[in-house]
Each structure stands twice: as structure tokens, then as C-alpha cells.
């Protein structure tokens, strides 16, 4: 499918930006900040957005070494991957997201992808 995306992009000498997430790397890399507002965008009533942050804002880990653990230190950012809030949180902001690109534009047709005509022709 990207494929024919970026054809028919480059055919029509059109701009296209695609979104690639790393999920490894994406939860950690959260800003507070933004998945805050974000949780506030998406309508979520104040109180769980208070009781969300509540939870991650003292949150304080320790390194485990061979040699013992270390002292405690405060994670600043991100949400942890296996928090059960986690998903629920990259799913506002992911959401926050496509809202404001829907926002600003309507997409393109793809040509070829019509259901009801099994061609691949230009419209």
C-alpha cells in the first residue's frame, strides 16, 4: 500500500509525511507535558487526567548491578512500558495527534484502493 501511496504522491508531485513510531523507544520518549494537554484535548474529564499524572509524577527508580543497587533517582519522563496506564496514555496522544492532522487536511484518494472498482486507473 505504501507503495502506491508514494507513486502516486511522486506522480502528482504532491508533499506526503508519514509517522513511523518506534514502540521500543516511544514510551519512554512521552513528554508529560504534551500527553497531559493531550488527555485534556481528547475530553478526558480533569479528574483522571489529574490522577494520571499524580501517578507518574513521583515515580523513582534504582539501577540493579552486580555489585548491588544503586541510590534512588526520579524519572522525569515518559511513561514505562509496562505500566497498565501506558497504552492508555500513548493512545491519547496518538489520537491527539491524528485529531489535529484531520484537522488540517482531508487525505487523498488513493488510486486503485476504491472497493466498488476492481482497476487500477487514475480518477
Given at each position: 500500500?505504501?507503495?502506491?501511496?508514494?507513486?502516486?504522491a511522486r506522480?502528482?508531485?504532491?508533499?506526503?509525511?508519514?509517522?513511523?513510531?518506534?514502540?521500543?523507544?516511544?514510551?519512554?520518549?512521552?513528554?508529560?507535558?504534551?500527553?497531559?494537554?493531550?488527555e485534556y484535548?481528547?475530553?478526558?474529564?480533569?479528574?483522571?487526567?489529574?490522577?494520571?499524572?499524580?501517578?507518574?509524577?513521583?515515580?523513582?527508580?534504582?539501577?540493579?548491578?552486580?555489585?548491588?543497587?544503586?541510590?534512588?533517582f526520579d524519572?522525569?519522563?515518559?511513561?514505562?512500558?509496562?505500566?497498565?496506564?501506558?497504552?492508555?496514555?500513548?493512545?491519547?496522544?496518538?489520537?491527539?495527534?491524528?485529531?489535529?492532522?484531520?484537522?488540517?487536511?482531508?487525505?487523498?484518494?488513493?488510486?486503485?484502493?476504491?472497493?466498488?472498482?476492481?482497476?487500477?486507473?487514475?480518477?
Amino acid at each position: 500500500m505504501m507503495d502506491v501511496i508514494w507513486g502516486q504522491a511522486r506522480e502528482l508531485k504532491h508533499s506526503i509525511y508519514i509517522l513511523f513510531l518506534d514502540l521500543k523507544q516511544f514510551f519512554p520518549a512521552i513528554k508529560r507535558k504534551q500527553r497531559t494537554a493531550a488527555e485534556y484535548f481528547i475530553g478526558l474529564p480533569q479528574e483522571v487526567v489529574r490522577l494520571a499524572k499524580a501517578v507518574f509524577e513521583r515515580m523513582t527508580a534504582k539501577f540493579d548491578t552486580a555489585h548491588g543497587l544503586s541510590d534512588s533517582f526520579d524519572i522525569l519522563g515518559g511513561d514505562l512500558m509496562g505500566c497498565v496506564l501506558s497504552p492508555s496514555h500513548a493512545r491519547c496522544l496518538l489520537t491527539s495527534i491524528s485529531v489535529a492532522i484531520a484537522a488540517v487536511s482531508s487525505g487523498v484518494r488513493v488510486w486503485g484502493c476504491d472497493r466498488r472498482r476492481a482497476t487500477w486507473r487514475r480518477p
